[in-house]
């Protein structure tokens, strides 16, 4: 750090010709210490001046900071809006293309429940953005085996059936990409959210069913 040098008090620029106090002290402002910018700005015309422009700057700084402020909370709402939307027609998905007849398996445990009842349960759980909406990562839970919070959502039970199903490798692979960072932004979450709500449209007319 640049250790600070006191200098004599004595005015410059804009304010050059001021009777300052010619003291050695720190300079504040226009060659002055902060006493005699202050007299300065409320003794003359070139002062007032100085201190109507610094004023009308920090009122603009601060209703800039107010707007910043409100267009961040705005895209704040409008992300949380859009996760929910693409969390509801992803979770349809999953649970109507792992369905029979409107009824799903819970992947964990083997209960049969309809496909309003059950959940879209996470093997890498929902905090992990990466795989939050990868296919293979999800599969219809019922509500007790998601919600065991003890056991994080039944997930050795997942691994286990996972592996089963698609391979180790495969596992494997969801288990590493789940630690990637992505950009995520409402923009994103948007996108997901259309993108699985004509899936859903379309299996839905496949299998000939409207569940939602």
């Given at each position: 750090m640049i250790e600070r040098k006191k200098k004599k008090c004595n005015a410059t620029g804009k304010a050059k010709g001021y009777n300052s106090c010619g003291e050695h002290v720190y300079i504040f402002r226009y060659g002055m210490c902060e006493k005699c910018f202050k007299k300065w700005v409320i003794e003359t015309k070139e002062g007032n001046e100085v201190l109507l422009r610094s004023t009308i700057k920090a009122k603009k700084d601060i209703a800039n900071e107010k707007k910043r402020k409100i267009v961040q909370a705005k895209r704040e709402i409008d992300t949380k809006s859009a996760i929910r939307l693409a969390d509801t027609y992803f979770s349809r998905f999953i649970r109507l293309k792992h369905s029979i007849n409107g009824f799903c398996t819970c992947y964990t445990c083997g209960t049969?429940?309809?496909?309003?009842?059950?959940?879209?349960g996470h093997y890498m759980k929902r905090e992990h953005k990466a795989t939050r909406y990868h296919?293979?990562?999800?599969?219809?839970?019922?509500?007790?085996c998601?919600?065991?919070?003890?056991?994080?959502?039944?997930?050795?039970?997942f691994r286990i059936n996972l592996i089963n199903e698609i391979g180790i490798e495969e596992v494997e692979k969801i288990e590493k990409f789940s630690k990637s960072a992505i950009k995520a932004n409402a923009m994103y979450y948007r996108e997901i959210a259309e993108k699985y709500r004509n899936k859903v449209n379309d299996l839905q007319q496949q299998l000939k069913v409207k569940y939602w």
């Open positions: 049969i429940v309809t496909i309003k009842e059950c959940d879209n296919e293979n990562n999800c599969r219809p839970q019922c509500k007790k998601n919600g065991d919070t003890k056991h994080n959502g039944k997930q050795v039970e």
